[in-house]
């Protein structure tokens, strides 16, 4: 009786998801899906920043980052999801399909999500540079606090800034954000 009946409920389920899917199908601005996949392309695939350090390569994707905010700790990147800042990205993936979707005004705010998670992800790089910046000067102050050591450290902090590069998902994905944040303005001053 109970096969029977999650049957029954799977095939409703397959039936209305279908018919929901096809409505959304209908109802979202083509480029706005073109853009949202692309942004998902751009931050889940393509590198963000790129490390060589000790002659290996390591790369970063945007969601890597993300990773790496939620649990900041870089070997435990892959291991752990990207906790809240998961759900944010999630969010900013979806967002620029929502004015489409929803016929409430506050639904076009939704272009401007990836910008969001773009300002939330770089206040948490700048936070963790911050605190390699305060490393580098608790090692210096270890060393002695001579002249010395105060360059030591200086100059590893310099060496691996200059170790990083922007990868292809970095432009990629500021170019989308930049272009959503440029349709939601033009949608929010056409129909204001």
């Not at 980052?65 to 993936?93: E, P």
């Not at 030591?152 to 292809?168: E, Q, T, V």
């Amino acid at each position: 009786m109970q096969g029977k009946a999650v049957r029954d409920v799977l095939t409703q389920a397959k039936t209305h998801g279908a018919r929901w899917a096809a409505i959304a199908a209908r109802r979202v601005n083509r480029g706005d899906a073109v853009g949202a996949l692309l942004f998902l392309l751009a931050t889940t695939v393509f590198s963000v920043i790129t490390v060589r350090m000790m002659g290996s390569t390591g790369s970063l994707s945007f969601y890597d980052l993300l990773r790496l905010q939620n649990s900041g700790d870089i070997q435990s990147t892959k291991s752990q999801g990207a906790g809240l800042y998961g759900l944010l990205w999630l969010l900013a993936v979806i967002g620029p399909l929502l004015p489409s979707l929803l016929p409430r005004r506050a639904a076009r705010l939704g272009y401007f999500l990836p910008l969001a998670l773009w300002g939330i992800a770089l206040a948490g790089v700048v936070s963790q540079v911050r605190e390699l910046m305060d490393a580098t000067r608790q090692f210096a102050g270890f060393m002695g606090n001579s002249r010395a050591s105060r360059n030591m450290a200086g100059d590893m902090a310099s060496s691996l800034w200059n170790s990083l590069s922007f990868g292809f998902g970095f432009y990629l994905s500021l170019a989308i954000v930049v272009a959503f944040a440029v349709r939601g303005i033009a949608v929010l001053r056409r129909r204001a």
